[in-house]
């Protein structure tokens, strides 16, 4: 059982600059990909950015249309955590962000294939 923790979220200007974190459990966290998601009020969860496991993909980064170039996605081992760097943003950025983890380590953008998805953190940006 993998227990993941997203913090760093809140209320920001527009323009900003935030850093989500997420810290999981488990001593394997090396191998695990993960991944970042957002559900904004009255719209379907969608993928925002993931990171393959360094021993699966190489570490492969992934991002969302919508937030390439202004996102980045990072993680330290050590710490077991994966963060997601955002900047630049739009009022659009506005939802629950959720971390996820693919024990089998490939990651991607699909859902189904994180077994294990933390509360969610609330990032609210104003114009």
């Known amino acids: 059982q993998?227990?993941?923790v997203?913090?760093?979220?809140g209320l920001v200007q527009a323009g900003g600059?935030?850093?989500l974190s997420c810290t999981a459990s488990g001593r394997t966290f090396t191998s695990y990909a993960m991944g970042w998601f957002r559900q904004a009020l009255g719209k379907e969860r969608e993928f925002v950015s993931a990171i393959a496991a360094l021993t699966c993909s190489g570490g492969r980064t992934y991002y969302a249309d919508s937030v390439k170039g202004r996102f980045?996605?990072?993680r330290d081992n050590a710490k077991n955590t994966v963060y997601l760097q955002m900047?630049?943003?739009?009022?659009?950025?506005?939802?629950?962000?959720?971390c996820a983890a693919d024990t089998w380590?490939?990651?991607g953008t699909m859902e189904h294939v994180y077994e294990y998805w933390g509360p969610g953190t609330q990032v609210t940006v104003s114009s």
Do not use: C, H, K, W
Request: hydrophobic share 20%; glycine share 14%; aromatic share 8%.
């Open 2 to 4: 993998v227990q993941l």
């Open 6 to 9: 997203e913090s760093g979220g």
């Open 17 to 19: 600059s935030l850093r």
């Open 72 to 74: 980045t996605i990072s």
């Open 87 to 98: 900047n630049s943003r739009p009022p659009e950025d506005t939802a629950v962000y959720y």
């Open 105 to 107: 380590g490939r990651g």
